[in-house]
């Protein structure tokens, strides 16, 4: 059974940095798409970013292009997501999901693998 579990959200100030993490178990990392995805305080879920399987290709959101990184490292099986000048609109819970396969969708229908999610809140 794959399992994905998220770390390292918490509370922070405008213009500061964090740094998520991914951990998958249960199955084979290298061979996913991973991707990072939020939901804040009642919208949908959105995408933010996601990365190919050997880390080479990324594609990000508009809103978030330029100010996060989503890396991966293959012999660990986690994945990151290093976010900095953090906005009040960034607050949202953060889920990272898993597919199979190579490409990189924005669509949260097509990950099939889910972690529980960690908070991001960032003050103004």
């Known amino acids: 059974q794959v399992q994905l579990v998220e770390s390292g959200g918490g509370l922070v100030q405008a213009g500061d940095s964090l740094k998520l993490s991914c951990t998958v178990s249960g199955g084979t990392f290298s061979t996913t798409v991973m991707a990072w995805f939020r939901q804040a305080p009642g919208k949908e879920r959105e995408f933010v970013a996601g990365?190919?399987?050997?880390?080479?290709?990324?594609y990000y959101a508009d809103s978030v292009k330029g100010r996060f990184t989503i890396s991966r490292d293959n012999a660990k099986d986690t994945l990151y997501l290093q976010m900095s000048n953090l906005k009040p609109e960034d607050t949202a819970v953060y889920y990272c999901?898993?597919?199979?396969?190579?490409?990189?969708?924005?669509?949260?229908?097509?990950?099939?693998?889910w972690g529980q999610g960690t908070q991001v809140t960032v003050s103004s």
């Open positions: 990365i190919g399987r050997s880390g080479t290709t990324t």
């Open positions: 999901a898993s597919r199979s396969g190579t490409t990189i969708y924005p669509t949260e229908g097509l990950y099939i693998y």
